[in-house]
């Protein structure tokens, strides 16, 4: 069984910064993609950032240059520092990973999802 937990969410002013992280655990053969996505109230998920086993990094136009995606596969583990942060960013974030997994077939899985707050 595979799971993904975020942590760092948490209640912020405006201008100041959080560091999600999400960890993969289960058996668990390789990672391809792994990224964030975030659902506002009343607004669809969308994509924040990605990183691909290759190495490409993609972000969303509203945070480039604000947040940063990395990712340590030797501790299966995505991170997003987040700087600079508005109110509008405000949404419920969400990791996702692209993986190989020992004796299944899925290869899609996300997380619970961790709130972030930003107040004006």
């Known amino acids: 069984q595979v799971q993904l937990v975020e942590s760092g969410g948490g209640l912020v002013q405006a201008g100041g910064s959080l560091r999600l992280s999400c960890t993969a655990s289960g058996r668990i053969l390789s990672i391809n993609d792994m990224g964030w996505h975030r659902q506002a109230p009343g607004k669809q998920r969308e994509l924040v950032a990605s990183a691909t086993s290759g190495g490409r990094i993609n972000y969303a136009e509203s945070v480039k240059g604000r947040f940063t995606i990395s990712r340590d596969d030797a501790k299966n583990t995505v991170y997003l520092q987040m700087n600079s942060l508005k109110p509008e960013d405000t949404a419920v974030y969400y990791c996702?990973?692209?993986?190989?997994?020992?004796?299944?077939?899925?290869?899609?899985?996300w997380g619970q999802g961790t709130q972030v707050t930003v107040s004006s």
């Open positions: 996702n990973a692209n993986l190989r997994v020992l004796g299944s077939i899925r290869n899609y899985y």
